[in-house]
């Protein structure tokens, strides 16, 4: 079992590090549900080193240096503190894809009921008491859907689009996510605190199940019906955002989040390799470990004009290294 714990810089964009733990669980009193474990820093990742005299715990993927007072400090500041967990809704992307094939098919026939409108989406924007939050966002753009809205009707190309967002969106809330809004043929989905850290790891398995399910659940049954398969691009970012009313109450008025980290999910989401999942620098320094591995960083070129606030230097962007 993993936790962890974060730090952060103040800059223009807060900048988080996360740090993670393993467990030793110690003693488990089931009638008073407490557990009392040690945590120690996943050694897959750290290594204490000594500098100076001093003793530091040296991050090997940021390449950071952690003073032992910092991390003492830390173990004291979380005693007390409450421990979020938000595991996925589904055990198995793979099963859960398949069990939506017959579902998708019976979409794509015209055969699916007449559809209800809701929002949960302003309805959890609306209930929050701030007008600031972290989030996770999730931008995902279907690849090819252009050249489908060319090659079959108009009424079949709604169809498929419809099929497509549908089984796109129930995926997003069963990683606590919300959809925010859809581009035509795609999607903006937002992971919000409290758990900042946990939601890093919600969306990027999110995101990674989004693409099996184009690739494995949408893609088969559309070749089977006669055709096109599709494909996606995804982009993540993390960061504050605010949370604000737009609109007019006698057209339309709904809660949006409005910052940078919107529009930098999007653009990473753009530069993304067709079929892949790019991802911004901060949330790749808030994974897990595990997912950590499976990054690597991208050339973004010279026309990439993003700046780390902290840094100055080019904002670094990072995909997912698919076997």
């Given at each position: 079992m993993?936790?962890?714990?974060?730090?952060?810089?103040?800059?223009?964009?807060?900048?988080?590090?996360?740090?993670?733990?393993?467990?030793?669980?110690?003693?488990?009193?089931?009638?008073?549900?407490?557990?009392?474990?040690?945590?120690?820093?996943?050694?897959r990742r750290y290594e204490w080193r000594s500098e100076g005299g001093k003793n530091y715990l040296y991050d090997k993927f940021d390449k950071l240096l952690f003073p032992e007072d910092i991390i003492a400090r830390l173990a004291e500041d979380s005693i007390g503190q409450p421990i979020y967990y938000q595991p996925p809704k589904i055990g198995d992307a793979a099963e859960y894809v398949q069990s939506r094939r017959p579902m998708i098919l019976s979409f794509l026939k015209g055969e699916q009921s007449p559809p209800t409108f809701a929002d949960p989406s302003d309805e959890f924007l609306g209930s929050l008491e701030t007008d600031k939050l972290e989030f996770v966002i999730l931008s995902l753009d279907l690849v090819g859907s252009t050249k489908l809205a060319t090659t079959v009707p108009a009424s079949e190309y709604s169809r498929l689009i419809q099929t497509a967002l549908f089984e796109i969106s129930d995926v997003v809330p069963l990683f606590h996510g919300h959809v925010l809004k859809y581009t035509g043929d795609g999607i903006i989905a937002y992971f919000p605190a409290p758990s900042f850290?946990?939601?890093?790891?919600?969306?990027?398995?999110?995101?990674?199940?989004?693409?099996?399910?184009?690739?494995?659940?949408?893609?088969?049954?559309?070749?089977?019906?006669?055709?096109?398969?599709?494909?996606?691009?995804?982009?993540?970012?993390?960061?504050?955002?605010?949370?604000?009313?737009?609109?007019?109450?006698?057209?339309?008025?709904?809660?949006?989040?409005?910052?940078?980290?919107?529009?930098?999910?999007?653009?990473?989401?753009?530069?993304?390799?067709?079929?892949?999942?790019?991802?911004?620098?901060?949330?790749?320094?808030?994974?897990?470990?595990?997912?950590?591995?499976?990054?690597?960083?991208?050339?973004?070129?010279?026309?990439?004009?993003?700046?780390?606030?902290e840094t100055g230097e080019p904002y670094r962007v990072h995909r997912i290294q698919f076997t």
């Open positions: 993993d936790s962890s714990a974060d730090s952060s810089k103040s800059a223009e964009r807060q900048v988080r590090f996360r740090i993670d733990f393993v467990f030793e669980v110690r003693s488990l009193d089931d009638e008073k549900r407490i557990v009392t474990f040690l945590a120690k820093p996943n050694p850290i946990t939601k890093n790891d919600l969306a990027l398995d999110c995101a990674l199940t989004l693409r099996r399910l184009v690739q494995d659940g949408l893609n088969p049954v559309l070749v089977e019906t006669g055709h096109e398969p599709i494909n996606v691009r995804i982009g993540l970012d993390s960061g504050e955002a605010a949370v604000v009313a737009i609109g007019s109450p006698t057209t339309k008025q709904h809660k949006d989040i409005i910052g940078a980290v919107i529009s930098l999910a999007c653009k990473i989401q753009s530069h993304a390799p067709v079929g892949g999942i790019a991802l911004g620098d901060v949330t790749v320094r808030n994974l897990h470990t595990g997912w950590r591995t499976i990054c690597c960083e991208m050339d973004m070129g010279q026309g990439w004009k993003y700046a780390d606030p």
